[in-house]
């Protein structure tokens, strides 16, 4: 089933010790980003990935790292999370970064950071 | 900076009657708009992805309607179930190349 999954669903924490939130597709797909949905604010973009090796950031990168080895995998890590990053988080994946294309979202992380 | 707007934040209808979600945005240079569904506690759904150069796109019981010129895209949602009952959210894809979301609509059909 094409699909991409997220680990762990759900994480409550304690604030800076790190953590890393995975994310891996099996369509293929060259793009995937990560985004943060909070009450109020909507979803907004943390980073970006266009293929291997290359990755950009979005509207709120500050506090947040990722890194993308392969071409499945695009972990979100949090080197010293803060309460403010008590979040519902979405890892999504598309074809290309080619604008035109549909995108597909991962089932959600659910952090509490205290 | 494009801004996605969703009226009514939420909306609550009796079962069989169609559901009308509208969304708009301030900057009409977009690529295309994606309607998701959002159950609670659940990632997002795709249900419909309508290029700029479409006027609509259609998928079993639901239909999305975009008008580029005036910033707003309907989403027609006939016969509506309890099943129905989610968070509908729409996103463009702005000049840019980013996905921007609307804050969403949160649907509740009652049978």
């Known amino acids: 089933e094409a699909q991409v999954t997220q680990n762990p669903r759900y994480l409550i924490t304690v604030t800076g010790k790190k953590l890393t939130v995975t994310c891996s597709q099996n369509m293929n797909h060259e793009y995937m980003s990560w985004y943060r949905q909070d009450p109020g604010l909507g979803l907004r973009q943390i980073y970006y990935?266009?293929?291997?090796?290359?990755?950009d950031k979005g509207d709120v990168p500050e506090g947040y790292k990722v890194s993308r080895k392969e071409k499945r995998n695009f972990p979100l890590i949090l080197e010293s999370p803060s309460p403010n990053q008590t979040s519902l988080y979405f890892c999504?994946?598309?074809?290309?970064?080619?604008?035109?294309?549909?995108?597909?979202f991962g089932p959600g992380t659910r952090l509490t950071v205290l | 900076k494009q801004e996605v707007t969703q009226i009514p934040a939420a909306l609550s209808v009796p079962e069989g009657e169609n559901l009308v979600l509208n969304c708009s945005f301030t900057d009409s240079a977009i690529y295309n708009l994606q309607w998701f569904r959002q159950d609670p506690g659940k990632g997002l759904t795709s249900l419909l992805l309508?290029?700029?150069?479409?006027r609509e796109q259609t998928s079993g019981r639901l239909n999305a309607s975009l008008d580029k010129s005036s910033g707003r895209s309907t989403l027609y949602i006939a016969a509506s179930q309890p099943g129905d009952s989610a968070t509908y959210l729409c996103a463009v894809t702005d000049s840019w190349g980013k996905l921007q979301f609307g804050a969403g609509t949160q649907v509740v059909v009652t049978p």
């Open positions: 999504a994946s598309s074809l290309s970064g080619d604008s035109y294309n549909e995108q597909f």
């Open positions: 990935s266009m293929n291997v090796e290359v990755t």
């Open positions: 309508i290029q700029s150069s479409q």
